[in-house]
Structure formats: C-alpha cells, structure tokens
C-alpha cells in the first residue's frame, strides 16, 4: 500500500513527489502507459535543498490513502477517466482556478473529495520520460479543505501535514481558493497578454486595470458567498507579483509554448459564474475574449 499516488508529473507534482518521499511511499500515475516505470526525480528545494530519487510510475492507482491531483484544469477528466478508483481513497484536488472539481464528482464520492490551494513557485528544469528535474522557486503553503466543509480532517491528513509544512487545515476552504483564483485572474492573463514577467504588472500602467479588476473580483465573489475586500485584494495581488517579479506566469508560459490555457477555469469561471446571477461582469470578459483569440492563432 502507497501513503500517496500523483497524477501530474510537472513542476508542483514533482516538488510534492519529493517531499512526501522522504517520510511516505510515492508513485506517479499516467493512466497512458501500458507498463510501469521508472523515473528519477531531482528537485532543488528551498526548504531540504538537493533531492535525487527513483519513483515508480504506475498505469493505475494503486492501494493508497491519498491521490492527489495537479495537472492542469483542463486535463483532469482525461487524467482521471480510465483510473479505477477505490472508494477508500481521499482525493486531494490541487488545480489553478476553479470549476475542475465537477469532473472529479462524475468518478468519486464527495465525502472523499478535498481541495487544496498551493502558493509554492515550481519550475520544470527538464523533463523527459525517465527524468524530471524541478526548481523550487518560492517558498509558500499549502491550504486544505474538504469539498463538502467538513468541520475536522480526516485522520490522513497528518501525514501530509508532516512532510508538507506549511500545510493549513480549513473547514471553509473556499475563501482561500478565490483568494488564489483572484491572483490568477489578475496576473495570469495580464502577463500573458503582454508576454511579461509577473513584476511587470507593479508598473503604473497596469494599476487601473488591476484596481478595476480585483472591484469586479470582490462583487462576483460576494455572489458566491465569499467576503473579499477589493482594497485588501489589489495589494495581496501586488504582493505575489512582487515576490514572483522575476518569475512568468503559468498562462505566459502556455501562450509563449502555444498550449491550449487554464483560462476557462480563471477568469472564464468568474464570467460563468457572473452569468448565473445576472451580473456585469466586463473586465473579466474582456480578458477572457483576448486570451482565446491569441488560443485561436495556434489551435
Ligand atoms: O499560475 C501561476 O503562474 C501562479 O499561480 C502565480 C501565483 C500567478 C505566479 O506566477
């Protein structure tokens, strides 16, 4: 029996593949290959600096207590589809922006669903089919909660709480996944529209836009139920592209790599969810709109 199975063999899989490795056993799982393998992980960590190992990867999910999931949002009914999935197993959903939780509902119960927001900066350095070489680029956390609000958490948790610090525990976790989704749609389509570093966006003419947005982000939110101050929202906003000046955004990086977005589950989510309630919602459409005609140049 593994403590834990990852689906996603990029920068945030193999940062948490490499820290959960040294206390747990670890295995990647891609449900395309026909026969197990093996990789090797080397991951610069600013918290345990240098980690070399090998990882078993696996075409279906073994026994396990935890399956976490961090591929793209777009990518996880395909990652998830063909996996026989025992009822036992807690589903740690670790994902940019919102919405790709319903794909994992089609599969699993909700009582075994829990959602997680990471603010660790992973890069992938290289990555072939045998090895995947990470750098950990910003020190942050990881905040947990469980799908349906469940007051405590199970009892799994510890596990992953000792070989992820920080790891938060929320019986709301939907505050923290908005104040994520906020900081996504601000500088992911910001960054990528401009093909600039995320530090860009602290010049003064970007600061309208950002104040305008994180307005229309604060009135959306309060539809869904979640209290975001506009002000306290502009300046967490600023704070992450200042601490990630130097780093590109994940949708700068899609767009310069000509790979379909997340944008759908970013600023898209909030367009949808402004449409349920009647709501104008113009800032975020108008990025939504951009983005998918720069899509539309290469797909
Ligand atoms: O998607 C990303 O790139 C990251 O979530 C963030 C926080 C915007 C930093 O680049």
Same mark, same amino acid.
């Given at each position: 029996m593994y403590h834990c199975a990852i689906i996603g063999a990029g920068a945030v899989g193999g940062l948490l593949a490499s820290h959960l490795g040294q206390q747990q056993t670890v295995c990647f799982i891609d449900s395309r290959i026909a026969q197990p393998a093996q990789c090797t992980i080397k991951v610069n960590s600013l918290s345990q600096g240098k980690i070399v190992f090998e990882l078993a990867i696996l075409p279906d999910v073994p026994r396990c207590q935890w399956l976490i999931i961090c591929v793209k949002a777009h990518q996880v009914d395909a990652a998830i589809q063909s996996l026989d999935l025992s009822p036992a197993t807690n589903i740690l959903l670790m994902v940019n922006?919102?919405?790709?939780?319903h794909q994992v509902l089609k599969h699993v119960d909700e009582h075994r669903l829990y959602l997680a927001s990471n603010t660790h900066g992973a890069l992938v350095n290289l990555k072939s089919s045998s090895v995947l070489s990470v750098e950990h680029t910003g020190l942050g956390k990881i905040d947990v909660g469980a799908f349906n609000k469940q007051q405590y958490p199970p009892a799994e948790l510890a596990s992953l709480q000792a070989s992820l610090p920080p790891l938060h525990w929320h019986p709301d976790i939907y505050q923290a996944l908005w104040l994520k989704l906020v900081i996504n749609c601000c500088i992911n389509p910001l960054t990528a529209l401009n093909n600039c570093? %995320?530090?860009? &966006? &602290?010049?003064? %003419?970007?600061q309208a836009k950002l104040k305008a947005l994180c307005q229309e982000l604060s009135q959306i939110a309060l539809l869904d139920g979640v209290v975001l101050n506009s002000a306290l929202l502009l300046s967490t906003v600023r704070e992450v592209a200042f601490n990630t000046a130097e780093n590109y955004s994940s949708m700068q990086q899609d767009i310069s790599h000509q790979r379909h977005t997340e944008i759908d589950y970013i600023n898209g989510y909030v367009v949808s969810l402004a449409k349920t309630h009647h709501a104008v919602c113009r800032h975020n459409v108008a990025l939504v709109q951009q983005i998918k005609l720069l899509e539309k140049q290469y797909e």
């Open positions: 922006g919102m919405g790709s939780h570093k %995320n530090g860009e &966006l &602290l010049q003064p %003419n970007y």
